[in-house]
């Protein structure tokens, strides 16, 4: 497992960190607490929420932060240490191109847009691109999919990965998947992902989506405050388990228009400034002319705005010259 050098430790599991008895570490894995990274990086409310005290909970916090870097560095330090971060691909030449190689790890990748946009193939996509080595521009690694609106098909999986140079009898066996049933059991998955991310060797998560359950469960404007501090509270989880275990983190987000929406104008991302805030880099998806899709970088601290074309095709999204023209291209 590779971890983020921001959070290496030296124990392995919660038995090994001093003062954790058998008790303990079992009040902590009620509550989603299953790895030592996953300990360093909680909230006291998290740990308390087990039934351990605060003062109990303050002192094992600690103790797990004092084996990991947690502290001021230099800029040019940061610049050393961001040289353990890696670039995923996204199977896609064109998109790959305005990313500068891919999807970062230890950030969020936020994909947004209508009905068909292609948001759902993208995460089948990228479920394989993880898979790949990394001098082919994948991560070695397995994905980890919560799939919120039954959309996720194993055959689609299958149909992409030859074209990726992926055995379609072994690419299941490294994607580990849950379907989330409403917000409260998605939120539940997510914090009880760390033993299972170990195990696995995950190194890509996708929620998708990431707003579906809670759009239609927080309804009316005085469920707008509950929501959004639910879906913060949800993503900062995700942000610390894709900075623990140095992966990838894409969600998919669904879209609203707005009603002085006029003509030619983008539709509005779920989730307001609490999901904008926390992904790191937005694509917005939309339907181009002659069955293209285009890909546009919204917002991103690293990455100037530009767009790609794109297009969905037997093969999984791709863009070349005989794509580009609509021609068939032969497996």
């Known amino acids: ?78 610049a050393e240490r961001r040289k353990g971060m890696k670039k995923m691909t996204t199977g896609c030449s064109s998109l790959d191109a305005i990313l500068d190689g891919g999807l970062e790890t230890q950030s969020i990748t936020e994909f947004y847009g209508e009905y068909g946009s292609g948001k759902s193939q993208l995460c089948h996509q990228l479920c394989l691109a993880v898979q790949l080595p990394e001098e082919k521009g994948g991560l070695n690694g397995g994905a980890l999919i919560i799939d919120t609106e039954q959309v996720f098909r194993p055959d689609r999986i299958i149909q992409i990965a030859p074209r990726l140079g992926l055995d379609p009898k072994d690419v299941l066996k490294r994607i580990v998947f849950a379907e989330a049933i409403n917000s409260n059991h998605q939120m539940i998955l997510l914090e009880n992902a760390d033993e299972v991310i170990k195990e696995n060797g995950i190194r890509l998560i996708v929620i998708d989506s990431l707003t579906g359950n809670f759009r239609s469960e927080y309804i009316g404007r005085e469920m707008l405050a509950p929501r959004q501090q639910q879906l913060n509270k949800h993503m900062y989880k995700l942000l610390r388990l894709a900075r623990a275990f140095n992966a990838v983190a894409a ?28 992904s790191h880099t937005r694509i917005y998806l939309r339907k181009g002319r002659s069955n293209l899709r285009v890909a546009s970088i919204v917002a991103s601290p690293f990455l100037p705005e530009r767009e790609a074309p794109l297009r969905i095709t037997e093969r999984g999204i791709e863009y070349t010259e005989e794509v580009a023209k609509g021609q068939e291209v032969k497996p």
């Open 1 to 78: 497992m590779v971890t983020s050098e921001y959070l290496q430790t030296k124990y392995k599991t919660l038995e090994d960190v001093p003062g954790l008895g058998p008790a303990i570490v079992k009040q902590l894995r009620s509550v989603g607490l299953h790895t030592v990274e996953g300990l360093a990086t909680a909230t006291v409310g998290e740990v308390t929420a087990s039934g351990i005290g605060e003062a109990t909970a303050i002192k094992i916090i600690e103790t797990a932060r004092n084996t990991i870097a947690l502290k001021f560095i230099t800029a040019e330090e940061l």
């Open 251 to 278: 969600v998919t987000n669904q879209v609203s228009s707005t009603p002085d929406a006029y003509a030619g104008s983008q539709p509005v991302p779920i989730g307001g400034h609490i999901v904008g805030h926390r």
